[in-house]
């Protein structure tokens, strides 16, 4: 009995790592068990060391010799990606040393990093107070986006709107040529 719930926490535990969007060494080496407030408050006692972080783009700017990404933080849920961000408790400051095509790195689109904590701080120069963690970031996970289909309430269940259906009357039984 105990080989069988061995088998079954080892499965449970294979499939976690293998839906994470992060290396299995960044994933081993980083800090999973802190809330984001925590990070923020006691962010130079953590300095330097891995974090996995996630939310929504709100601006990309390159400069001579890195990017910068902000973001609105959220939390992760399933496979590391980014939840709602209704729950946001601050924004994410991201800097990268290299190009970040801001094309693709748009406004709204989810995205998951990894890297070392450089400080946290409760406002930007020049702006309203607002948390922020500065991360230095070595992996990035870029979600697709997300395509809303709107309802048509002109098609059913059986395809197309009834008046294009050649095989007669439809709802609300109208004919075909009609």
């Given at each position: 009995m105990k080989l069988r719930h061995t088998v079954i926490c080892f499965a449970v535990i294979i499939s976690v790592y293998a839906c994470a969007v992060m290396p299995p060494e960044v994933t081993d080496d980083a800090i999973t068990d802190l809330p984001f407030r925590t990070l923020i408050q006691e962010a130079d006692q953590y300095r330097g060391q891995t974090v996995i972080v996630g939310g929504y783009i709100v601006e990309v700017s390159n400069e001579a010799?890195?990017?910068?990404?902000?973001a609105v933080q959220t939390?992760?849920?399933?496979?590391?990606?980014?939840?709602a961000r209704d729950l946001s408790q601050g924004r994410?400051?991201?800097?990268?040393?290299?190009?970040?095509?801001?094309?693709v790195y748009q406004k709204d689109r989810k995205i998951t990093a990894a890297g070392k904590i450089v400080a946290s701080s409760r406002t930007e120069?020049?702006?309203?107070?607002?948390?922020?963690?500065?991360i230095d970031m070595t992996h990035i996970h870029?979600?697709?986006?997300?395509?809303?289909?709107?309802?048509?309430?002109y098609w059913d269940y059986w395809g197309p709107?009834?008046?294009?259906?050649?095989?007669?009357?439809?709802?609300?039984y109208r004919p075909y040529w009609w």
């Open positions: 010799d890195q990017s910068r990404i902000v939390e992760l849920g399933s496979g590391q990606e980014p939840k994410l400051i991201i800097t990268y040393r290299g190009f970040i095509d801001p094309e120069p020049g702006k309203f107070p607002f948390p922020y963690l500065h870029l979600w697709p986006e997300q395509k809303v289909v709107p309802y048509d309430p709107p009834y008046y294009y259906r050649p095989w007669g009357w439809g709802y609300p």
